[in-house]
Structure formats: structure tokens, C-alpha cells
DNA sequence: CGCCGTATTGAAGTCTTTCAACGGACGTGG
DNA sequence: CCACGTCCGTTGAAAGACTTCAATACGGCG
């Protein structure tokens, strides 16, 4: 247990919805901390409760989500190994936190770590950098539920968890899935039954096969990265264009 | 002009869409800032561009965007008098800042910022709640583009806007709309022809009356936030429900 | 006063949702 | 070790919401 912990800590990540980066010095923070286990759906804390602490996410996989007042449920972001959660609360947490599997994550007191932060000229832009990424993150999400229709929001979503997991040293091009199709779904805003026959269109395509419930198999990447719809990430070129391309409809 | 600027100035925002809080010591930062000028239209900055300034908005409107590789357009936000732009940003502007009508900032350099936030007990906080508020901001939008739907999502809008009015000093339940419908419809993630439709649906059952283009009359508020589906915003009960109620379906 | 850009309205089309049934995997218990 | 039940995922068909295409109307500005 205490070796398997030791290899996911060493694991980081990058662009990924919420908020992961490569690992930073904000985990040290973390170190002396005892580590606390969840087990799956064991919610980790309430959208509303006094936001008392920040979490370091070891291992697993958590899943934040608002709930509406009539029930509709909406997941903002998965979080990962070595990312850290909470940094951007303000007195209350602004959503719900849940374990998707089994989670082991480190915590550290709000009030220590505001202490810590102002105590370092070290700590404060690797902050400042954590929650601009946060903000980068839910500007490509809002972009992605804005004009993406299903295939490029699916896509989107599993070309970023590849990028994940090769990241955290994958020797395959397999991206695993621990949450079910409705946590997907409610991420990328769609059904359960869109995400399902999406994915199967995928199949079909030879863009991807499963493998086994949890996991998809990337067969082609590039094609992926095409449907996805994000390009080239906004080049030099289409900038100069767009002024006379403003007459563009939406979608 | 100057009276004019100094009346915008005190006023203050909470809850918009992308980081307008009451006035807080951050102003005061900028104010032996010279004032700058944009005339509609005018960009005041490129996403991709080396982010070298951080702006107070004095008086106007700005729209904040992304744009898609096809072209697509995606807003954001909308930032007026008294926000402060460009706080959550890397190394590079995550998106484009273009002036809706006549706009006056001030404006500081990212280095002086910093340098003022690193010696400063006091700002520090200010910093960090701005950047709370932009990300609990960013998610209430994911929620609506998640799971609203047209008329929800207009009167979410709506409801926002006139709230800033009525902080703005609005006598009357009179919204200004100083943005164009297709910047409402990019903002919204639907179409000029959905926003235009919705509006009048709205206006036949009463709750708004046209008031020129640019501006709407509020005349049913608590109509207007109970199509906004926020309901009460997440209170106690459904808290405790909420375990039960875990096979609600998405949408 | 007339023009041009913006907004409204109508009709058809498309994508996603909804409703419904089936299939398959996993875990428990016999 | 297999049987069975349950949960999750897949697939099909119909309905609905929004988009798209197209024409018309409004309103500000020269």
C-alpha cells in the first residue's frame, strides 16, 4: 500500500479540467500530512459547508458537482492523483466532492495553509499559477458546452484523459474511465444514451474500442484530436483573419 | 467627463459573470492610474498575447471571448464599470477583451501588481477572493450551459444583469443591454434567433417589456427568478435528500 | 429621407433527448 | 462453480428543442 502510494504521488498532471499541473511545490505542503482513505461514492464534502480544509489527492478519483434545487445534477471536473482541491473556496465550498472509487487523500487546514502562503514568496505564484490554470480549465469547459456538439465533446474529454494518463506513464494508448457514463454524461452535458451511442459511433469509426467497461483503447489519435475540435489552439494566422471574419454566426 | 467617471466609479458589483465584486482595496491600486479610452469595437487585447497588464474598468462594457479555430465564437463574460480584468491570467491572456460601447480603464502592469499583492497583507485576501468569486462565476455558467435551457438560461441572464443594475443605483427594474443579441446568443451558447424568440415568449407572459433595443423592463422579478431555475440555490433539505435522489436522470 | 446593420418572425431540418426494452457484467449466495 | 439478481450500459423509435435558412421589419445614422 505505502509503495503504491509512494508511485501515484509521483504522478502529475497537466491541463486537466480542474485543477492539475505537474507536480509543484504546493505538494510539499502536503508531505507531513497523514494520509485519510474514502471509499467509493463516500462524499468527501458538501457544496455549502464551511470550506475548512484543502485536499491533496494521493490517489483515486473524485468527481465535483453541483446539484440544482430540482435535482439536476452537473460534475464540473474529475480530479485526479496529485491534484489538490479546494484552493479556490471562498468560506463555503462552491460545490459538492465525492469519491468515484477508492480515494486516499492528504489535508491540510485552510488557516495553515493561507499562513504558509503568506509566509512564502516561494508558494504564492505556484498558487496564483494553480488557480489560473483552475480558471483556463473552466474557460474550455464553458467553450466546450457552448458550441461542441456530442463527438467533439466526447472526444475532447477523452483526449485530455489520454494526455492524462500518458502522463502518468502509460505505455498504452488506454484511457481509463473509473467513473460510469453518467457521470460523463452529466460532465459533458448530455444523456447517459448520447454518450453511449457516441461512443459506439467512436467504435465504429476505428477511432477507439473498449476495453472492458472502464477503460477505452485509442487506435487513432490523431483523428481523435481532429474531431475534438480544438485544432491548432488558435494560431497567429486565424488571428490577423479575425477581424473580417466577424460576421460568423454562432454554432 | 470626470464626474462622470469618479459616479461609475463608486459604483460596485457581486455575483456577475465573470469578476465584478463590491469595491475593495484592489481599486485603489489603480488609482493614480492615468485613464485610457476604447471606442466600440475596439480590442483591448488578444488571446495568445503576452499578458503584460492587469485593467480596472471605470465606465463601459467589455465582452471577453474565445475564439474557435472554425471560427466559432464563444463569450465568456461580460465585465462592466468597477471590474477588474486580467487577474487570473498566466503567462499569456486566455482570451480576447473587446470594448461593447465607449470604454475608460486604467491600467497597471502586471509586474506592479504582483510586486504591490507580494508586500501587501491586506490585498492578498482581496486577490484571492476575486479570483473565488471569478471561478464560482465561471461554474455557475457551466451549470447553466449544462443544463438550462433557452429561456432558463435568458432569464438567468437577465436576472444577473438587473441585479448589478439595482447595485448600479437603477431606480427602476429597467436592464441595460448594451450588447448586441448575437453577443447574448454567443454568450448563452444558442443562436440570435433563439435569444430573440425567448425574448418575446417572455415579454407575451409578462414578465419583460421592451424598452428600445437596448434595454429591458423588468415587470414580474420573482416570475423572472423562478424561470431563472435557481431556485433557493441548494438549501438544507434537499441536502439530506439528495442520497435518495441519486437516480435522478441528467437533464 | 433613405440606407444598412440588427432584430424579429416563419418554416423546415437536425441533433439530442426521452421513453422503452434488452443485454451484459459483476457480486452474492446457494 | 454456477445461478440469479441487480445495476449499468446499449440500442431502437418517437418526440422535442434548438438551429438553420430565408424573408421581413425596425431603428439609428448619414
Not at 505538494?27 to 468527501?44: G, W
Not at 504564492?124 to 465533446?153: C, G, H, I, W, Y
Not at 477523452?158 to 494508448?173: P, Y
Amino acid at each position: 500500500m505505502f509503495a503504491q502510494a509512494a508511485t501515484t504521488k509521483s504522478a502529475f498532471a497537466r491541463q486537466a479540467p480542474v485543477s492539475s499541473q505537474r507536480r509543484d511545490c504546493l505538494h510539499t505542503l502536503f508531505a507531513k500530512q497523514p494520509v485519510e482513505h474514502l471509499s467509493a461514492a463516500q462524499i468527501l464534502f458538501f457544496q455549502g459547508d464551511a470550506a475548512a480544509s484543502i485536499f491533496e489527492i494521493v490517489q483515486g478519483t473524485l468527481r465535483i458537482m453541483r446539484i440544482l434545487p430540482d435535482g439536476r445534477r452537473v460534475i464540473t471536473g474529475f480530479l485526479h492523483a496529485g491534484d489538490i482541491l479546494g484552493i479556490s473556496f471562498k468560506s463555503q465550498y462552491i460545490y459538492s466532492a465525492e469519491a468515484i472509487n477508492d480515494v486516499v487523500i492528504r489535508r491540510l487546514s485552510r488557516k495553515a495553509f493561507e499562513k504558509e502562503v503568506a509566509s512564502s514568496d516561494e508558494l504564492r505564484p505556484a498558487v496564483f499559477k494553480r488557480m489560473s490554470d483552475e480558471m483556463a480549465a473552466a474557460q474550455d469547459q464553458m467553450v466546450l458546452l457552448s458550441t461542441k456538439n456530442a463527438e467533439e465533446r466526447l472526444c475532447s474529454f477523452l483526449l485530455v484523459e489520454l494526455q492524462r494518463a500518458l502522463r502518468m506513464g502509460a505505455r498504452e494508448a488506454v484511457v481509463p474511465l473509473p467513473m460510469t457514463r453518467l457521470d460523463i454524461a452529466d460532465y459533458l452535458g448530455l444523456t447517459i444514451e448520447t454518450v453511449s451511442r457516441t461512443m459506439t459511433k467512436l467504435a465504429n469509426k476505428g477511432v477507439l474500442a473498449a476495453s472492458g467497461r472502464h477503460a477505452v483503447k485509442i487506435l487513432r489519435r490523431t483523428l481523435l484530436a481532429q474531431l475534438a475540435g480544438d485544432g491548432d489552439e488558435w494560431d497567429e494566422d486565424r488571428r490577423s483573419a479575425y477581424g473580417s471574419a466577424e460576421e460568423r454566426r454562432a454554432h
